[in-house]
């Protein structure tokens, strides 16, 4: 048997603290807590192995709260780097979630057959997890950031217009641009991008809108 002597064992020791080391400096007391809302027009398509493909129109909304737990240092707000001249000016931002969703799609397109694939709503229910970049913003009271979110989400749906329900799995993930306006307030431009494993056929959701955040 070899033996590692106490000298090795406090080396390994300290390599393993280095990410610790680096990242405590980020860390800071309290977190920024946040509710948040957003829409968008949206388009689907929806395929079927040996099947024409269809393109859909409609909308995505979400409502959601969310955690950053990693934040800037130096900052006395979670989310906006300091303005001390000593603070550099961006830091990266780590946060967790939960949101609720809903989607609206109309009938798809006319397929070469003459049919169409179904119009449907949803509501999900969505954890996350994210990354981003926060920076100082025009004012001192704001910050900007950009960030991906992503996560999995369990749907409810219906096919609109019938009693007709089903359930399905589906990933997502959303980059956004959000700006502070003043302490509390910020909006956001939001591109949501989401796979959706449906009974009916598989169906992947694009949109672009905008979104409305109270920090507290």
């Given at each position: 048997m070899r033996l590692v002597s106490g000298k090795t064992v406090r080396m390994h020791g300290k390599i393993l603290l280095l990410p610790l080391m680096f990242l405590f400096p980020l860390m800071n007391a309290g977190a920024e807590l946040s509710l948040g809302a957003?829409?968008?027009p949206a388009r689907a398509v929806t395929w079927v192995e040996g099947l024409d493909s269809g393109s859909h129109e409609g909308f995505a909304s979400s409502i959601d709260g969310r955690w950053i737990f990693l934040r800037p240092?130096?900052?006395?707000?979670p989310s906006v780097p300091a303005h001390d001249g000593k603070t550099p000016k961006a830091g990266i931002i780590l946060?967790?979630?939960?949101?609720?969703?809903?989607?609206?799609?109309?009938?798809s397109s006319w397929l070469?057959?003459?049919s169409r694939y179904r119009a449907w709503n949803a509501l999900a229910l969505a954890p996350y997890i994210g990354v981003g970049v926060a920076f100082r913003g025009?004012?001192?009271?704001a910050g900007q950031r950009l960030a991906l979110s992503a996560g999995p989400s369990a749907s409810f749906s219906n096919y609109s217009g019938t009693s007709l329900y089903s359930a399905y799995w589906s990933g997502w993930l959303r980059p956004e641009w959000e700006l502070g306006?003043?302490?509390?307030?910020?909006?956001?431009?939001e591109?949501?991008?989401?796979?959706c494993a449906r009974a009916d056929g598989t169906s992947v959701?694009?949109?672009?809108?905008?979104?409305?955040?109270?920090?507290?």
């Open positions: 957003f829409i968008a240092a130096g900052s006395d707000q946060f967790t979630g939960f949101s609720l969703q809903y989607i609206d799609m109309q009938a070469s057959d003459g025009f004012w001192p009271e306006i003043g302490r509390h307030l910020h909006f956001s431009l591109l949501p991008i989401e796979y959701l694009a949109g672009i809108g905008l979104g409305v955040r109270y920090v507290f």
